[in-house]
């Protein structure tokens, strides 16, 4: 059965338990909801220094063996700050 909005929202309100252990859950529940095949791929995200975006905790779900995205040392070093953190605001 395929997980709803609903369930999905009780899973990103449920914070009583590490980050990584809150966004393994949260991106396992949303993952039938948004694979389109290759899987997906989930991360935190701090923008809060203007000079730069600090990505961690990467986690994926359902994503073929060998289907690993570029490291994010290698997005912070190729990737102009501004276009990091217009990818990351916008909605």
Known sequence: MTPDVVTLLERI???DRSPDEWLRDVAGTAAP???QGLGIFAY???LSSPER???SGLVSVGAPEGLDP???DLWEARVPIDFQRAI???S
């Open 13 to 15: 309100h449920d914070v």
């Open 53 to 55: 975006v600090a990505a």
């Open 33 to 35: 909801m948004l694979d």
């Open 44 to 46: 935190f995200v701090d």
């Open 70 to 72: 570029p490291g994010f």
């Open 88 to 90: 990351h605001l916008s």
